[in-house]
Each structure stands twice: as structure tokens, then as C-alpha cells.
């Protein structure tokens, strides 16, 4: 599980007043703003609409949690991110997700 100070609730990233970019990828979307904290905060949000089942869109969260952990204890940005991912991560896609989510993290988190 993501620790406490990383972790992002979906409603303070609308109420934060800084202007965010939205990038479009094929598995996710990520939306960014600025922020005053010290540490960045991540939040991953699995619409109902690609996977009814919740175990499913648990996994999934979990999974991107896991795998941007490493990136956000290293980085001192001060970033609110949003991760919407298009796909569910199924067991056979892991290693190709996993390739391009520590590849997208990496690059907000350290350009």
C-alpha cells in the first residue's frame, strides 16, 4: 500500500487552484498540477465503466501503486497526480504495463 504522506484524495486535486496538464497515453490518462506540499501525491482512479467487477479495478490500483512507489519516494516535486487508467491490467499484460507506467512516472517525476 502507498504510504499516507503519497497518497492523494481525487477531491482536494479539483479544489487545488493551479492549472493541470492532462497527458493521453494507450493505457492511462494522467492528469498534473503543481502543489505547495514537499513530497509528491499520487491518486489512481479504475472507472467502473472498463471493469464491473471491483476486484478486478482493486488489482489494478494496486498494482500501479506498486509500481510508482519506488519513483515517488526518490522525488522531491511537488505534484499532484491523477492516474485513470483505459485497461484493466489482466495477468498476461503485467510486464508490458509495468514497463510503461515506471517509464511515465519516471518522467513526470524526474525530468
Known amino acids: 500500500m502507498l504510504p499516507k504522506i503519497y497518497r492523494l484524495n481525487v477531491k482536494n486535486f479539483y479544489h487545488n487552484t493551479h492549472t493541470q496538464r492532462i497527458i493521453r497515453e494507450r493505457f492511462c490518462e494522467i492528469r498534473i ?41 526518490k522525488s522531491t516535486q511537488p505534484l499532484d497526480v491523477v492516474v485513470r487508467p483505459k485497461k484493466i491490467i489482466l495477468k498476461g499484460t ?15 517525476f524526474h525530468p
Not at 40 to 63: D, S
Not at 94 to 108: H, P, S, V
Open 33 to 73: 498540477k503543481n502543489h505547495e506540499t514537499q513530497s509528491p501525491k499520487l491518486a489512481v482512479t479504475v472507472p467502473k465503466v472498463i471493469e464491473k467487477r471491483a476486484v478486478y479495478r482493486n488489482r489494478t490500483r494496486r498494482l500501479i501503486y506498486e509500481w510508482a512507489y519506488p519513483i515517488l519516494s
Open 94 to 108: 503485467e510486464d508490458e504495463a509495468k514497463l510503461f507506467y515506471t517509464r511515465i512516472f519516471n518522467l513526470i
